[in-house]
């Protein structure tokens, strides 16, 4: 860690919202650092970021060709143009898990309480995390997105509507960074977190990214349609044009599923709202 930016001085400033903006600054540059600081933490460890880079071209190859061949698409249309939204969504929720890992493993290794005896701004911590998995998930999505058009992919409503659809996975990734965040200042132990990675399987798979949630059992169908990870994957079908999109005014659909853009939003701002606060306090806490 290079040298930080020092706290702005508490008296003397030019009057409360000077000093307010001052703290302000003085956050967004130590966020920064530690964002820089993990970026360069994954060139020295390039076997992990080998591995997130493969890890959503595999996905796209293994359930593309294992399920395509045995699941029909309501409406008709090709498995993989209806498949790839989920699978965008799917990894976006996987943010949870790695920005947990990380935050678990600094805080097991004591890399935090380094960065408590430090003059830098105690929320820069969490959002130098939460910042650097918004680089790292954009990048994990284009390489997905070169291995769908691969596959035959294709965002079929123009350019601007696949950017507002990339847009929304890059925000749902951004706020699920914080709950993963939150997790691994509450686990504060890197083995603990890496046996919590299972469970973010089943959030994913119980919802309309891989099949429809149609044939599914009532109580499982209510769930999976008001599951987060299908408001995500059925606006993206909306947006990159695919088959699977809500048809109509979505008469007869859960409101999630038939509105899905609001839906994406409303989890996001819900998601911001309760993590942000809950993780920069928990950070401030374990410093006492």
Same mark, same amino acid.
Not at 11 to 34: I, N, Q, S, V, Y
Not at 162 to 191: D, H, I, P, T
């Given at each position: 860690? +290079? ?21 302000? !600054? $003085?956050? =967004?540059?130590?966020?920064?650092? /530690?964002?820089? !600081? ?26 593309? #060709? ?13 498995? !993989?143009? #209806? ?8 990894? +976006?929720? *996987?943010? *949870?898990?790695? &920005? %947990? ?5 600094? =805080? ?12 830098? =701004? ?15 998930? /954009?990048?994990?999505? *284009? ?9 035959? $992919? ?11 659809? @990339? ?7 951004? %706020? ?5 965040? #939150?997790?691994?200042?509450? &686990? ?14 089943? &959030? ?5 990214? @891989? ?10 169908? &209510?769930? %999976?349609? $008001? ?5 995500? +994957? ?5 947006? @990159? ?12 659909? =859960? $409101? ?12 996001? %701002?819900?998601?911001?709202?309760? @993590? ?6 928990? #950070?401030?806490? !374990?410093?006492?």
């Amino acid at each position: 860690m +290079t040298a930080l930016t020092t706290a702005p001085a508490a008296h003397g400033g030019p009057g409360a919202r000077g000093a307010r903006a001052a703290r302000l !600054r $003085w956050t =967004a540059a130590d966020g920064l650092t /530690l964002i820089g !600081r993990e970026l360069s933490r994954i060139r020295q460890e390039p076997g992990e970021l080998v591995a997130a880079l493969i890890f959503p071209a595999v996905m796209v190859v293994l359930f593309g #060709y294992v399920f395509g061949s045995a699941i029909s698409v309501p409406g008709g249309g090709d498995y !993989r143009e #209806y498949l790839m939204p989920g699978l965008f969504a799917m990894v +976006t929720f *996987t943010a *949870t898990m790695a &920005v %947990a890992m990380r935050v678990a493993t600094d =805080a097991s290794r004591g890399v935090m309480d380094r960065f408590r005896s430090m003059p830098m =701004a105690r929320s820069a911590v969490p959002f130098g995390q939460t910042g650097a998995e918004i680089l790292n998930g /954009l990048l994990g999505m *284009t390489i997905m997105a070169c291995a769908g058009l691969v596959v035959g $992919w294709r965002a079929r409503d123009g350019l601007l509507h696949a950017a507002e659809a @990339f847009a929304l996975l890059a925000l749902m990734r951004y %706020a699920l960074s914080w709950a993963g965040c #939150y997790l691994g200042l509450v &686990v504060k132990n890197e083995q603990t977190a890496d046996q919590l990675l299972p469970l973010v399987f089943p &959030v994913t798979m119980l919802s309309n990214s @891989f099949v429809p949630t149609g044939g599914m059992p009532g109580p499982l169908q &209510v769930i %999976a349609d $008001w599951n987060p990870v299908s408001a995500l +994957t059925a606006a993206c079908r909306d947006l @990159f044009g695919n088959p699977g999109a809500p048809a109509g005014d979505g008469a007869g659909l =859960a $409101w999630p599923v038939a509105h899905p853009v609001a839906a994406t939003l409303g989890w996001a %701002a819900l998601l911001l709202a309760i @993590f942000v606060p809950l993780s920069v306090r928990t #950070y401030r806490r !374990r410093g006492r």
